[in-house]
């Protein structure tokens, strides 16, 4: 089975531009966790979807930042007119259907995103 | 709000080794907790995951043990290989199926 497809694995743009990462999650999970990696930081929690619904997104920037994961594709993470301080390891994670507590959370390689 | 703090920072050991590494967390209403792996510009692999009901759990050389009243995990690695050189995580889960992870330790085995 494939694992958490990560997508893609470095991105660069400028300041003001906008950042699209793609995450598809292991066959047949339906729930989705969003994590960020600052330089020299741990990972941070970000926002946790299901199919066409978010279920926590606690831990998103109040602005500029949006996720969404469609019945149909990938799940994506949108960060509009980004700044040097959204440069940044960006993880996606997916587990079963199946009640999530009782469930490991699986990692893709991430998308380092650096911000000119 | 969850803190997790691991213990050591960094640790370099000769093959061989048995060694443990520390995990403590301040919020112990926790559902499981999981270790990780991560090896440099890779992603997170998970290693063993606790339920909170769950003593310990273990996997090859791998063994992992939770006290969740005290708010502590240990990951115990026997015989450890140049192969285990890795930053290694500690994440409870808490409500929101969110994981809060620690800094890690950075470990080194030598050849």
């Known amino acids: 089975n494939a694992g958490v497809m990560q997508n893609p694995r470095h991105l660069v743009r400028r300041r003001g531009q906008e950042a699209r990462l793609r995450c598809s999650p292991m066959?047949?999970?339906?729930?989705v966790y969003w994590y960020r990696q600052l330089p020299e930081e741990g990972l941070k929690f970000m926002v946790y979807l299901q199919k066409e619904n978010i279920i926590d997104e606690s831990g998103m920037p109040k602005e500029r930042f949006s996720a969404e994961f469609p019945k149909e594709g990938p799940s994506i993470l949108r960060i509009q007119q980004v700044v040097r301080g959204d440069s940044a390891a960006y993880f996606c994670?997916?587990?079963?259907?199946?009640?999530?507590?009782?469930?490991?959370?699986?990692f893709g390689d991430g998308t380092r995103l650096s911000i000119l | 709000k969850q803190e997790v703090t691991q213990i050591p920072a960094a640790l370099s050991v000769p093959e061989g080794e048995n060694l443990v590494l520390n995990c403590s967390f301040t919020d112990s209403a926790i559902y499981n907790l999981q270790w990780f792996r991560q090896d440099p510009g890779k992603g997170l692999t998970s290693l063993l995951l606790i339920q909170s009901s769950q003593r310990e759990q273990t996997s090859g050389r791998l063994n992992a043990s939770l006290d969740k009243s005290s708010g502590r995990s240990t990951l115990y690695i026997a015989a450890s290989q140049p192969g285990d050189s890795a930053t290694y995580l500690c994440a409870p889960e808490g409500s929101g199926s969110r994981l809060t992870f620690g800094e890690g330790t950075q470990l080194t085995v030598n050849p």
């Open positions: 994670a997916s587990s079963p259907p199946q009640d999530p507590r009782n469930q490991p959370q699986h």
């Open positions: 066959k047949g999970h339906s729930h």
